[in-house]
């Protein structure tokens, strides 16, 4: 009676799941096997949606990887990614420490943490056009700033110079996120067990110790989670470099997402091309996370779920047995 | 002893300078839009940093309106697909959510695991394929292709489930079926009233990254009337804006003032949720 009851409500697992499922397979699952298809076809041109694969099926992965702009775009995506994610963390953590310690009691930490994270809810595209005011030539603001002060004497065209303007989308990037790292952080330095800082403080230890032999090591699942996110963010960047100055000056910001659509939604519209890049991206991204998750993975915890594992394992055999 | 106090307070006040400059810098920015918002463009041209608005908000409102840049058409866009997109994400969410706690089926493990792992798949990176198929099946100007997607989201699924094991009591299901209800009616009832906190929040983040999201409408949309607000924003960039700088500033304004009013009021929900989606997450 009892089972038949089980199995009769069994259904509506899959009812209730349907929805999202139909929805994955006909908006996500499509669209990435449709994108892998396209790219060992000839499918380019405006308005074009009919193809034929090409003679030599691997031509425009081929192309892809031995173009310069190609790899000067992924090479700039991870020094962007880099260079922003390093500091972010830094800056975040410290905060992070800051805000946790409580021998500091930091006065407005609520107003701090509302102000650090608001660059995080503002549209991307409005940032990345008022950035490209802020930093504008001859007259824009941070060049009114620096000749007020004295630091230059006649206005500096920011935004022609490459180094200048690959730090400034950097900069935007870390500006925008180090708020959202350091209130994930800190939720995860609270959800340690106040026991275990006791113990650090009765056994003597400073506060750099306690930082990097207890709170390190506790929130490594959340440093995972931050630093995965963070890749596969920073692997897909695009509203703010194409918007900033559409990957310029002479490409310097050109990340592969603005590559893509570059290749994709102008010049001779090479969804091909552009298929194929996606996919190398996708393949990149994969590992990348894959990579990390293994490298970071909790090796104690993945042995004891595997021993409870093979204890279930050995339970239910010899409950059947018996 | 008193060293070590003194030590802190040193610290405490350096903190404290460091924690304003990062402040400062965070709220900088918008406060230059939002003065130059007002002043015309040889006023930014001699000084563009000024605290002291000017009288020109409406020269500069007109100016910006006389263009290619309408407001209001992207913001009715921009708030039909949001409020749409995060209806949908919300409730087929928690109904996913709910099927994988409440029942016992066969494949729901493998479900799990498998929506765990399409939470890491971006969208951009299928946006040709997706592109191909809405622009064959002669879909591209319609809001609707932004929106149906929403129903399939892998990370909220995810939260949902996580708040729901502990929250929602097997009994009460229970006791709800003896009483003769369906399970739909139980899931509408009873579920989802007990689910109204993780809803609030995870609405707040679903609205606002759709709200924001460029890519996928710089795409499909082409026709200027279905453009969203970020694609709006986007024409700023353009020539026909080149000397405008006061109305350049008045546009991005008008785009970033409504989100920082409504972030302010609700911070306090925001920041929280932020934090325990890490937690759960």
Not at chain 1, 36 to 60: H, M, Q, S
Not at chain 2, 34 to 44: A, H, P
């Amino acid at each position: 009676m009892n089972k038949k009851k089980k199995t009769g409500y069994a259904k509506y697992g899959y009812i209730f799941t349907l929805p999202f499922t139909l929805t994955f397979l006909i908006f996500s699952l499509y669209p990435t096997l449709y994108t892998a298809v396209i790219g060992f076809t000839d499918l380019k041109g405006i308005g074009k949606t009919d193809f034929n694969f090409l003679a030599n099926p691997f031509e425009n992965f081929q192309a892809i990887l031995s173009s310069p702009t190609f790899q000067l775009a992924f090479k700039n995506t991870v020094v962007l990614w880099l260079c922003n994610f390093i500091p972010q963390l830094l800056l975040a953590l410290l905060l992070a420490a800051w805000f946790t310690d409580r021998r500091f009691k930091i006065k407005g930490e609520g107003a701090f943490k509302v102000l650090f994270y608001m660059p995080n809810i503002i549209t991307a595209a409005t940032i990345a056009i008022l950035f490209n005011a802020l930093f504008g030539y001859p007259m824009g603001p941070v060049n009114d700033l620096l000749m007020r002060f004295g630091f230059i004497s006649a206005p500096f065209n920011f935004l022609v110079k490459k180094n200048i303007a690959r730090g400034i989308v950097i900069f935007i990037q870390t500006w925008m996120w180090y708020g959202y790292t350091m209130i994930i952080l800190i939720s995860g330095i609270l959800g340690i067990s106040p026991e275990i800082f006791e113990a650090a403080e009765v056994d003597g230890a400073n506060s750099f110790q306690t930082f990097f032999f207890v709170t390190l090591p506790n929130i490594k699942t959340i440093l995972l989670f931050t630093l995965v996110t963070s890749l596969i963010g920073g692997l897909n960047m695009f509203d703010i470099p194409r918007l900033f100055q559409n990957g310029g000056p002479d490409n310097a910001t050109l990340t592969t997402g603005v590559f893509i659509y570059n290749q994709a939604f102008s010049g001779s519209y090479m969804y091909n091309r552009a298929a194929a890049a996606s996919m190398i991206m996708f393949v990149i991204i994969c590992a990348a996370s894959g990579l990390l998750f293994w490298l970071l993975r909790d090796r104690d915890e993945a042995k004891l779920k595997k021993e409870i594992k093979k204890r279930e394992r050995e339970m239910r055999r010899a409950g059947k047995g018996a | 002893m008193k060293k070590t106090t003194s030590g802190i307070k040193v610290a405490k006040v350096v903190i404290f300078i460091i924690c304003c400059f990062l402040a400062v810098l965070s709220v900088m920015p918008f406060v230059i839009m939002l003065v130059n918002s007002t002043r015309s463009t040889t006023e930014i041209q001699q000084h563009a940093v000024s605290l002291i608005p000017s009288n020109y908000l409406f020269k500069n409102l007109s100016i910006l309106l006389g263009k290619t840049f309408r407001p209001t058409v992207g913001f009715m866009n921009s708030m039909i697909i949001s409020v749409c997109s995060t209806a949908l994400a919300t409730y087929f969410s928690t109904l996913t959510a709910y099927g994988l706690v409440v029942y016992d089926w066969k494949l729901k493990n493998a479900y799990f695991s498998f929506i765990m792992a399409i939470m890491m798949i971006p969208a951009q990176i299928t946006m040709i394929g997706f592109y191909q198929m809405v622009y064959k099946i002669h879909m591209t100007n319609h809001l609707s292709m932004l929106i149906l997607p929403a129903i399939a989201s892998p990370s909220m699924v995810f939260f949902m489930r996580q708040y729901m094991k502990p929250a929602l009591s097997m009994e009460i299901v229970q006791s709800a079926r003896i009483d003769g209800a369906g399970e739909f009616f139980i899931f509408n009832r009873i579920a989802l009233p007990i689910m109204k906190p993780a809803i609030a929040t995870q609405a707040i983040f679903s609205f606002v990254s759709s709200w924001n999201r460029l890519f996928e409408p710089l795409i499909l949309l082409t026709d200027q009337k279905k453009y969203t607000l970020p694609i709006m924003i986007s024409l700023l960039r353009g020539d026909i804006y080149k000397t405008e700088y006061g109305a350049v500033y008045l546009g991005l304004a008008m785009t970033a003032l409504p989100l920082i009013i409504v972030y302010l009021a609700l911070s306090k929900y925001i920041i929280a949720g932020v934090a325990l989606g890490s937690v759960k997450g």
